[in-house]
């Protein structure tokens, strides 16, 4: 990393402008990626004026899915829908005329963001994704003839049974899909049972202890029959089936299929001709660990940025990757917004200003020429 960031500022007036493709993800519940986005290019361009910046920020399926489309194709629009509990919430989809395309975000019906209390073992149990049903049908009482959801970020484990009851049921539901294309935009590769399901990987990121674990798995188990019944083949078992507490497998059950969510929107930002327009690649995300290299926004672009031997850097709310694993993904540079502003409260409560500056900080240490 040293290789590529100095300790002085090359942002002077002989320094060779570069093109800098500024590409985040959302940062938890802190920062859509559209305001990421904003704050990395407005920091970076404090120290570095010259430089061409080209924004497209990412998403994987998860939360943010909708906002980040919205940027690029199509109109938003808004539903009233069920959320994971009792109240109703209004979410919003973005409409495609053009091409009769609805794309939808699990989390704008049924995300944890929405439960208006802490996560806890009584929420687990009653959230449901009957708002994503609510979601299906306004996207075909519009027209769709293709509809995408974004799964990430829910509150839910139900294995998509409440958006499934919501379309009528599973026989009554595939035969209104029929025709239309469903797709399921997600990052993760889980079932839907067993050690590495719905239940047992996510549940307790959803507040359940481990007996309503063992509640959940049962009930998935159950609802897990019913589902490869009416596939006609084992979809429970199929990788991506466990996402957003199991939605993923009740969509393969209807019919649908399961897709990387970043190559998904990768695609449809055009990232690949952006990229291949880029000296510098920089992106971020709340947390980047180990995970955030399998089938993550920012394991996406490394692969992509390796591919084209662009230099990556991550400016990320934490990193858990020591120097070895970074050189290994091919980052050139990680720096957090925790160890930037001092604390993990203050680069919270403070993401988009401490983002502002750890970017201009950045910037200011990056070389004049592109690198390779």
């Known amino acids: 990393m040293a290789d590529y960031l ?38 970076w361009h404090r120290s570095r004026p010259r430089d061409r910046l080209a924004i497209a920020p990412q998403s994987d399926g998860g939360p943010g899915f909708v906002a980040v489309l919205a940027t690029r194709l199509g109109v938003v629009r808004r539903a009233a829908v069920s959320g994971p509990l009792e109240e109703s919430v209004e979410a919003e989809w973005v409409w495609d005329a053009d091409a009769s395309t609805a794309y939808l975000e699990c989390a704008q019906a049924c995300g944890l963001a929405l439960l208006g209390q802490a996560p806890s073992p ?3 149990l009653a959230a449901h994704s009957r708002g994503v049903g609510q ?29 499934v009851e919501e379309l009528g049921g599973l026989d009554t539901g595939r035969r209104r899909l029929a ?15 067993g050690p590495w399901g719905a239940a047992r990987v996510f549940g307790p990121q959803k507040g359940a202890d481990q007996a309503t674990v063992a509640v959940l798995e049962s009930r998935l188990i159950a609802w897990a029959a019913d589902l490869d019944a009416v596939a006609g083949w084992e979809a429970s078992a199929a990788s991506g089936a466990g ?11 209807l019919g649908g299929a399961v897709v990387s969510g970043s190559e998904t929107v990768a695609a449809l930002t055009d990232l690949e001709s952006a990229l291949a327009d880029t000296d510098v690649l920089v992106t971020g995300e709340g947390h980047f660990d180990q995970q955030s290299l399998h089938g993550k926004v920012v394991g996406s672009l490394a692969a992509a940025a390796r591919a084209r031997d662009l230099p990556l850097l991550v400016l990320a709310g934490q ?9 290994a993904a091919g980052v050139v540079a990680a720096r ?12 919270l409560v403070d993401a ?16 004049g020429h592109p690198a390779g």
């Open 352 to 367: 988009a200003n401490q983002l502002i500056d750890l970017s201009a900080v950045t910037a200011a240490q990056v070389g």
């Open 6 to 43: 100095g300790t002085d500022s090359s942002s002077g007036p002989g320094a060779r402008a570069l093109r800098v493709l500024i590409a985040p993800d959302c940062y938890g519940e802190s920062l859509t990626a559209v305001q990421a986005a904003a704050a990395i290019s407005t920091g």
């Open 243 to 253: 996402a957003a507490g199991g939605i993923g497998a009740a969509v393969l059950a």
């Open 135 to 163: 979601l299906i049908d306004t996207a075909l009482a519009a027209g769709a003839r293709r509809i995408v959801i974004g799964l990430g970020g829910s509150a839910c484990t139900d294995g998509g049974r409440g958006m």
């Open 122 to 124: 009584q929420t687990a």
């Open 336 to 347: 957090a917004i925790a160890d930037h502003a001092g604390s993990v409260g203050l680069a």
């Open 319 to 327: 990193i858990s990757l020591d120097e070895p694993a970074l050189r």
């Open 179 to 193: 025709g239309v294309e469903l797709v399921a935009a997600c990052d993760v590769e889980y079932p839907l049972l």
